[in-house]
């Protein structure tokens, strides 16, 4: 018997989600929601910028010196560094910026099914993270929040773009 590889895709993409939240409600367990989201923010925050790296190595691309990397490139980053988690997503650069769109998220499907899509500031998350990892790839990046599915929308929608 043997598991095939979009099984254990599914298993890996699974245990992303699924170690993260069980580290969260044992910190939260022992220190309080607040302190467990500080650090939850902050292991986040310092993931992304491994992810980063080691794309950018894979990609023979350097971003700590030269130019900043063109819209394209940073789309293809951020939908990548999405897609790890089994996170549906497409970001479209139209001139001067990047419409980019979430249409499933394991994060909140995660937080409804554990009843916790009220207790847990997802918005506010976002605002913390993906900010960090643009700067990361950009210090003049930014974005804003357009859309997003805790506010009732269908989907989340962020326009990256250059302050």
């Not at 043997?2 to 992303?16: D, H, I, S, V, Y």
């Not at 409600?25 to 607040?34: H, N």
């Not at 099914?113 to 700067?135: K, Q, S, Y």
Request: glycine fraction near 8%; charge should be negative; charged fraction near 30%.
């Amino acid at each position: 018997m043997e598991l095939t590889p979009r099984q254990l895709e599914e298993l890996r993409l699974g245990a992303l989600t699924a170690i993260d939240g069980l580290w969260f409600l044992e910190v939260e367990s022992a220190y309080g929601f607040e302190a467990a989201l500080e650090l939850d923010l902050e292991v986040w925050k310092k993931y992304g910028l491994v992810v980063l790296k080691r794309m950018a190595r894979m990609l023979g691309l350097d971003l700590t010196s030269g130019p900043p990397p063109d819209l394209e490139m940073v789309n293809f980053l951020m939908e990548n560094i999405c897609r790890i988690d089994g996170t549906e997503c497409r970001g479209e650069v139209r001139g001067g910026e990047v419409l980019f769109r979430v249409t499933r998220c394991s994060w909140w499907e995660n937080l409804k099914r554990a009843g916790r899509e009220r207790v847990v500031p997802c918005e506010d998350i976002d605002n913390t993270i993906f900010r960090h990892w643009l700067e990361a790839v950009d210090p003049s990046l930014d974005f804003e929040i357009t859309a997003s599915l805790p506010r009732g929308d269908s989907f989340c929608e962020w326009v990256i773009r250059r302050r």
